[in-house]
């Protein structure tokens, strides 16, 4: 079974650029979630999707990004335009249902110059 | 405001040398209590899920216990590929699914 996928898996940008990144959960799975590590802190919630809909979005920092789920499948995050303080390590996790393990993908690491 | 602390931020151990890592949480209410594997330029993978003071789950060299206030993570007689950075994550019961995480012990077992 393959496991949760992200791309791209590194990303170097100027601020002020837009940036779109993707996950791929694993197949069946209807509770998608995006987090965040940025340098020296702690993994940190941004939001939550059950199909397509947004759960809970409390951890999205600013309305500079906007998350999507069409058609309950793959996810897309997009920053725009990107800030010096969004680079970082953004994670994607899914899992079958809610309260299960959540698996992770391997993350897209920002950079923004 | 939940909050897990994760103790020693780094530990250094010899193959063969026993140890434990602690998470100590504050929560609400704590639906689950998870712990990952993180190794560089991955993505955290699942190790365990506990739900109760008292629980306890093994796995190869791992036990991980928990009581109403802290887990520990146990690594019996670690080998050289235990070497990883092992997170916490709490779900509490105000929440939905979201986890919030410790930043994490980073072990490194010497052969």
């Known amino acids: 079974e393959a496991g949760v996928t992200q791309f791209p898996s590194h990303s170097v940008i100027e601020k002020g650029q837009t940036v779109t990144l993707r996950c791929d959960p694993i197949s069946g799975h209807d509770n998608l979630y995006w987090y965040r590590r940025v340098m020296g802190k702690e993994i940190k919630f941004l939001l939550h999707?059950?199909?397509?809909?947004?759960?809970?979005e409390s951890g999205m920092p600013n309305n500079r990004f906007l998350a999507e789920r069409t058609g309950g499948t793959y996810s897309t995050l997009k920053v725009q335009p990107a800030e010096l303080e969004d680079s970082g390590v953004y994670f994607c996790a899914s899992s079958q249902a809610e309260g299960y393990e959540q698996y992770f993908g391997p993350g897209t690491r920002l950079t923004v110059t | 405001e939940d909050q897990v602390t994760q103790s020693p931020e780094a530990l250094r151990l010899q193959e063969g040398e026993s140890s434990s890592l602690n998470c100590s949480y504050t929560?609400?209410?704590?639906?689950?209590l998870f712990w990952y594997r993180q190794d560089p330029g991955k993505g955290p993978e699942f190790l365990f899920t506990l739900y109760s003071a008292g629980e306890e789950k093994e796995k190869e060299r791992l036990k991980a216990t928990l009581t109403k206030k802290e887990s520990f993570l146990h690594i019996t007689a670690p080998k050289p590929e235990d070497s990883a950075t092992y997170l916490c994550?709490?779900?509490?019961?105000?929440?939905?699914?979201?986890?919030?995480f410790g930043k994490g012990t980073m072990l490194l077992v010497s052969p």
């Open positions: 994550a709490v779900r509490p019961i105000s929440g939905y699914s979201t986890l919030t």
């Open positions: 999707f059950v199909k397509e809909s947004k759960q809970d």
């Open positions: 929560v609400s209410g704590l639906r689950g």
